[in-house]
């Protein structure tokens, strides 16, 4: 299985984990970003309540999936109209991501 077909799970884990609701739209792009020195962005778009994610389609899965568990913490942010916190992110994202891993470990136990 492709790291990217786990995204969408990584975002309902974050998105529970980060009381965020279910009707908010967040979709995810691959763009090549080492230009921005950057690993991903988070971006509020035009609409209401829809969010983009940005992810260097360069990371390697494991990285891929804790840039979206960082950026997902931006998106809280934004949606619960807190300033942008690096530091509560970059705190938050190694928690969410350990979380996801343990998450997904219990679902392959009892199927």
């Known amino acids: 299985m492709s790291f ?3 995204i969408p799970d990584v ?8 009381d965020i609701p279910d009707d908010i739209l967040i979709s995810v792009e691959y763009e090549d970003l080492s230009d921005e020195g950057v690993k991903g962005w988070a971006i509020d778009s035009a609409e209401d309540d829809e969010y983009d994610i940005e992810v260097d389609h360069n990371l390697t899965p ?5 840039t979206v568990c960082h950026e997902m913490v ?3 942010q934004m949606h ?4 942008l916190d690096e ?3 970059t705190e938050k994202e190694k928690t969410l991501f350990d979380g996801y891993w343990q998450w997904q470990a219990y679902l392959n136990e009892i199927t």
């Open 4 to 6: 990217k077909n786990a």
């Open 80 to 83: 619960k109209g807190h300033g």
């Open 11 to 18: 975002i309902d884990y974050c998105r529970t984990e980060l």
């Open 62 to 66: 494991d990285e891929a999936i804790l």
């Open 74 to 76: 931006h998106i809280s």
């Open 87 to 89: 530091v509560e992110a």
